[in-house]
């Protein structure tokens, strides 16, 4: 039977491909976002809309009022670490305080499942081969510790008001799936930026330190397609049926290096991709990876994606189709 889902975050890059798989899947949907990072043409024709901010109070409220929310889907969120050590307050009031906002209106209309998309950045730098959901959690930013944070409500919510919810942690999501690809403006993410080398849109690819102890001397880094991502989410929502609480880590097992991605980028696209190679930023730990053992045993979730080859292709794909990214509304 499906659900009424609130997908908050909806026009984001993870947040429309899950409220794009909740539809196909038969559930009702309704987007709330502020579009300051979202995309409207990237909201779901069939899915309901509501422009507007957690911060607003009063429009939650009355969203709430409006339509009988069988669960929420939680994506609103910023999620660029530098951004966060320039301007923590940002990510404080935005993650941390406008997400209690939501909590609240979802205690009092009596919401009976809720999944945060959280982040790995919880664990900091905890220098293992795969971080597991055992690990102490210690951020080592400010956009880590505003998630780590709700963490701890939603923690506190399930003991005292018997509050049933699900937590996906996950570091670089990527890759497309259908109409829904990566554009963030700046842009500052891998894959895209060496695809925007392929485009022509940028000279080359900058490699931020390659004497680090891996392999190739290039930091190694987790990549989980967003259709992967999206199919994990709908199954703690389904699993939320029998389970109050719900935590699971999402890697693709091993990660991908720098030089790997480029070297997948060139294959797939033809195109030589020139690099510059420049000095370590400062915080770049040498790997992060996350474990998914959990999901895959606890829920037998199995990536579509499993390859930086799958990934990258998909992702070509898209901005080969859509070189300016989505629209300017």
């Given at each position: 039977?499906?659900?009424?889902?609130?997908?908050?975050?909806g026009a984001g890059y993870i947040g429309s491909a899950t409220a794009?798989?909740?539809?196909?899947?038969?559930?009702?949907?309704?987007?709330?976002?502020?579009?300051?990072?979202?995309?409207?043409?990237?909201?779901?024709?069939?899915?309901?809309?509501?422009?507007?901010?957690?911060?607003?109070?009063?429009?939650?409220?009355?969203?709430?009022?409006?339509?009988?929310?069988?669960?929420?889907?939680?994506?609103?969120?910023?999620?660029?670490?530098?951004?966060?050590?320039?301007?923590?307050?940002?990510?404080?009031?935005?993650?941390?305080?406008?997400?209690?906002?939501?909590?609240?209106?979802?205690?009092?209309?009596?919401?009976?499942?809720?999944?945060?998309?959280?982040?790995?950045?919880?664990?900091?730098?905890?220098?293992?081969?795969?971080?597991?959901?055992?690990?102490?959690?210690?951020?080592?930013?400010?956009?880590?510790?505003?998630?780590?944070?709700?963490?701890?409500?939603?923690?506190?919510?399930?003991?005292?008001?018997?509050?049933?919810?699900?937590?996906?942690?996950?570091?670089?999501?990527?890759?497309?799936?259908?109409?829904?690809?990566?554009?963030?403006?700046?842009?500052?993410?891998?894959?895209?930026?060496?695809?925007?080398?392929?485009?022509?849109?940028?000279?080359?690819?900058?490699?931020?330190?390659?004497?680090?102890?891996?392999?190739?001397?290039?930091?190694?880094?987790?990549?989980?397609?967003?259709?992967?991502?999206?199919?994990?989410?709908?199954?703690?929502?389904?699993?939320?049926?029998?389970?109050?609480?719900?935590?699971?880590?999402?890697?693709?097992?091993?990660?991908?290096?720098?030089?790997?991605?480029?070297?997948?980028?060139?294959?797939?696209?033809?195109?030589?991709?020139?690099?510059?190679?420049?000095?370590?930023?400062?915080?770049?730990?040498?790997?992060?990876?996350?474990?998914?053992?959990?999901?895959?045993?606890?829920?037998?979730?199995?990536?579509?994606?499993?390859?930086?080859?799958?990934?990258?292709?998909?992702?070509?794909?898209?901005?080969?189709?859509?070189?300016?990214?989505?629209?300017?509304?």
């Amino acid at each position: 039977m499906g659900m009424n889902v609130l997908v908050t975050g909806g026009a984001g890059y993870i947040g429309s491909a899950t409220a794009r798989l909740l539809l196909q899947e038969g559930h009702a949907v309704t987007i709330l976002d502020n579009l300051s990072r979202g995309h409207r043409d990237s909201v779901p024709a069939t899915a309901r809309f509501i422009e507007g901010d957690l911060a607003d109070t009063e429009l939650i409220r009355h969203s709430f009022q409006e339509d009988s929310f069988d669960a929420v889907m939680h994506f609103a969120a910023f999620a660029e670490v530098g951004e966060s050590m320039s301007f923590p307050e940002l990510y404080f009031r935005n993650n941390t305080l406008n997400t209690c906002n939501l909590l609240e209106a979802c205690l009092e209309h009596k919401v009976s499942r809720f999944v945060l998309s959280s982040t790995c950045a919880v664990f900091g730098d905890p220098q293992i081969p795969s971080i597991d959901e055992s690990v102490p959690k210690n951020p080592l930013n400010p956009y880590g510790e505003s998630k780590l944070q709700i963490e701890r409500v939603l923690a506190w919510y399930q003991k005292i008001h018997g509050f049933r919810y699900a937590v996906l942690r996950y570091f670089n999501a990527a890759g497309a799936w259908g109409c829904h690809g990566e554009h963030h403006d700046p842009e500052s993410h891998l894959i895209p930026l060496v695809l925007h080398v392929a485009l022509g849109q940028r000279q080359a690819i900058s490699i931020f330190g390659t004497d680090y102890p891996t392999h190739d001397g290039t930091c190694i880094r987790d990549y989980i397609h967003i259709y992967d991502l999206a199919i994990a989410h709908l199954l703690v929502l389904g699993a939320l049926d029998s389970h109050s609480k719900l935590i699971f880590n999402i890697g693709n097992g091993k990660g991908f290096s720098v030089r790997e991605v480029i070297a997948a980028a060139r294959e797939i696209t033809g195109h030589p991709i020139p690099e510059t190679e420049c000095p370590r930023r400062q915080g770049d730990p040498p790997i992060l990876v996350a474990s998914s053992d959990k999901i895959r045993r606890d829920l037998q979730w199995q990536p579509t994606y499993p390859t930086i080859e799958g990934i990258v292709r998909s992702a070509w794909e898209w901005h080969r189709t859509n070189p300016q990214g989505y629209k300017k509304i």
